[in-house]
């Protein structure tokens, strides 16, 4: 890339690039429209999917636009005559919002603690309507219940109480989110260049970037309808940020080493960037084609993700690799201030600690290979006995009115009494609709199930009957999920055909489709990481290397990061999603540490050969991947903000994987294992046959004594007063 395009470091390129910049961002802004947001979190089936055909053919019942609210009323010593007489009342007030105009009386539990009243409602005004008449339920519920004795709780659930918390757990989350991860990022660029101008070049030129993804991400979602849910945002905003930095981190570093060696700012930028852009570069079309890979996902979410993320990567590095250049240039020199780099100053990076590191791996790299393999097995244990997935009331990080109610619910009442399953019967024969209602009613984990509405077939075609059952097990708990796989094998024998949908269902899909994406889109990730790797060091078994230990850096982070989060934080298990979007984020992420030390390697090997190019580049990458892998950590931690158990797991977990890259794997297993394959990292590129990768030496002080001289040379051409 550097060879066919040239930084804007000129005086009039760079302010055309930044004034550009700026007028794409505000642009962008000011005429995009607003995101297709969606209502809470889609997972998006494929219309294969079985409850997605349930929900289909339910259309055509009576009734197929209502869900319902649910009111649940306990008093633990049992309910009293004012709470009953209390609970009618409020039934005929609550007609007035019901759907059909009519509440059914309560249904009063068989221990006489608790009361349920169903409220059946329209979805027809969508989720802002549904939402307002959800809040106007409970204000009345708390109305109704104020006077009534100390002891009894009133709480609203159900289907239509759930959509309304998980919209509401989320105002404000995105500007929260936002708001942490700037403050993170500025917190840790002020600490990485000890500068109180330095830090904000970057930052802005990141922000702006953020900016401009934003707006672009608005308008793809209106021209495609790509669903941008409010944790697909927040996912693709931490992706801009973290990113972003980390190419500026790598390009500042490269810069200000240049600075040292030449006296025209204007030149040294021009250098740094040759240095810098291919590994930006390769950096970010790794993570663009690797996200592009959930394309060939069959959930939505999935595609919306890495859709929406690769979008927000490229235009990290556009920013990275054209504004902030042309911004530094502009900054002039002190801008690093009080640290200013002068030309014939110390490269303190060839004697530092990293040096020191570099070559303590080199002196005995196989130990380091024992020791780091037992850390990474270690720490991949903790998948043993990992439970996947998460049921309704187990999906907030926050109070939520609708998951306690369900918990109520469920101490007196079946669990899935607030949630039950959807048969849909193609058939209106009493005969064919009992032996459905029998084998529901006999399969393991249901307690109860009956025929409801029934829709006549269009044009004499064969009508349909819907059956509903009660599960034991809390909705989208593995108990639960397990019923309804017996359920569906259950009404599969009864002849004609019987569907199974409802939410849990619903949760059963996405956990099948989840799985499927895993199988297809992994393998397609790990071959587009080590082609860009391939095309990148013109090697293969160094690339091959690389992959194998992201892979096991990914592994050991699942492990540790569902220990944390089931151990430490309480959480019940991992999310379905968790896998999958870990993998991808830690592989394509967690391999740009590997390309940023892997090319300054293969750049040092002619010069120095195989083991000294290993200690040059740990040495002078080490303080910036490290100072990177720490902040991407720190950012993808910040997604915990969210209401969402599944976004802060994934933080957890890729958050650990990016440290055990930058820390673990990149600081001594890589080092290691390229030292003891030497020439044959490099095979069957030019730099793998004997001879071709002369020897040169560093001094025990870290100097230089084997330094290539045409660094020193060139780009005379872009010489340009200072």
């Known amino acids: 890339m550097s060879r066919v395009l040239h930084a804007p470091v000129g005086r009039r390129s760079a302010w055309a690039s930044v004034v550009l910049g700026l007028l794409v961002v505000v642009g962008l802004l000011v005429l995009a429209p607003s995101p297709d947001r969606g209502s809470g979190v889609s997972a998006g089936l494929p219309s294969s999917a079985e409850s997605v055909q349930v929900a ?38 609550l007609a007035g919002v019901a759907e059909g105009g009519a509440v059914a009386p309560p249904v009063v539990s068989q221990d006489g603690t608790t009361a349920l009243v169903a409220v059946p409602l329209s ?156 590994a930006i570069a390769a950096s970010a079309g790794t993570v663009v084609l690797s996200l592009l890979a959930l394309s060939f996902a069959v959930l939505g979410s999935n595609r919306s993700v890495g859709q ?124 064919v609709v009992q032996g459905v209602v029998d084998a529901a009613s006999a399969s393991g984990g249901v307690a109860s199930a009956s025929a409801g509405r029934q829709a006549a077939g269009v044009d004499g075609g064969t009508g349909i009957t819907e059956v509903t059952a009660v599960l034991d097990g809390d909705p989208g708990s593995p108990e639960a999920v397990a019923a309804v796989e017996r359920l569906r094998t259950a009404v599969d024998a009864v002849p004609g055909e019987s569907l199974v949908g409802g939410s849990t269902a619903s949760d059963l899909d996405v956990k099948v489709a989840t799985e499927r994406d895993l199988r297809v889109v992994a393998p397609l990730v790990l071959l587009v990481v080590l082609a860009v790797l391939v095309v990148l060091l013109r090697a293969v078994v160094g690339p091959l290397v690389l992959v194998a230990t992201v892979v096991a850096s990914f592994f050991a982070a699942l492990g540790a990061g569902n220990w944390l989060a089931t151990q430490v934080l309480g959480y019940p298990g991992l999310d379905t ?101 030497d020439r044959r990292a490099w095979w069957p590129g030019a730099l793998s046959r004997r001879g071709s990768a002369p020897r040169g030496r560093l001094g025990h002080d870290g100097s230089d004594h084997g330094a290539d001289d045409d660094v020193r040379r060139r780009g005379g051409e872009l010489a340009a007063p200072r």
């Open 123 to 278: 979805t027809a005004g969508g989720t802002e309507a549904l939402a307002e008449t959800v809040e106007g339920i409970r204000a009345e519920v708390r109305s109704a219940t104020a006077d009534l004795p100390e002891g009894v709780t009133a709480e609203v659930t159900g289907g239509a109480a759930f959509t309304t918390d998980i919209a509401a757990s989320f105002d404000g989350a995105n500007l929260t989110l936002l708001l942490t991860t700037v403050l993170v990022v500025a917190a840790l660029l002020l600490v990485t260049y000890r500068s109180p101008v330095l830090w904000l070049v970057p930052l802005a030129v990141v922000g702006a970037s953020a900016a401009a993804a934003t707006a672009l991400f608005a308008v793809v979602s209106r021209t495609t309808g790509l669903v941008l849910d409010p944790s697909t945002g927040g996912i693709a905003d931490v992706l801009v940020f973290g990113a972003g930095t980390n190419y500026a981190l790598l390009l500042i570093a490269r810069y200000r080493e240049e600075l040292r060696r030449e006296p025209d700012r204007r030149l040294a930028m021009a250098r740094a960037w040759r240095g810098a852009a291919p």
């Open 308 to 431: 929406f993320g690769a979008l927000g990567i490229a235009v990290a590095a556009l920013f990275a690799l054209f504004v902030l250049p042309s911004a530094l240039v502009l900054c002039g020199r002190g801008v690093f201030w009080p640290f200013v780099p002068r030309v014939g100053s110390a490269e303190t990076s060839l004697g530092g600690p990293w040096s020191r590191v570099g070559r303590a791996v080199v002196k005995r790299p196989w130990r380091v290979v024992a020791v780091a393999v037992a850390v990474l097995a270690v720490m991949a244990a903790g998948l043993s006995g990992a439970r996947l997935g998460l049921s309704q009331t187990e999906q907030f990080r926050v109070q939520a009115e609708s998951v306690d109610g369900l918990e109520t619910l469920a101490t007196a009442f079946p669990a899935g009494a607030a949630d039950p399953a959807q048969i849909v019967v193609r058939s209106t024969d009493p005969a």
């Open 56 to 93: 289909e053919l339910a259309q055509q019942l009576p009734g197929a636009d209502a869900t319902s609210a649910l009111v649940v009323v306990q008093r633990a010593g049992g309910l009293q005559a004012a709470d009953t007489a209390a609970l009618q009342q409020l039934s005929g007030q």
């Open 577 to 677: 999603g968790v896998p999958l979007l870990a993998f991808l984020f830690l592989v394509a992420l967690g391999v740009d540490y590997n390309i940023f030390l892997v090319t300054r390697v293969r750049e040092e090997v002619p010069a120095r050969g195989t083991r000294e190019a290993v200690v040059v580049g740990v040495s002078v990458t080490g303080a910036v991947i490290t100072s990177a892998g720490v902040l991407l950590a720190a950012v993808f931690t910040v997604l915990g903000v969210l209401p969402l158990i599944t976004l802060t797991e994934l933080g957890i977990v890729v958050g650990l994987g990016v440290l055990l890259d930058t820390l673990l794997v990149r600081t001594l297993l890589v080092p290691a294992l390229f030292t003891l394959l």
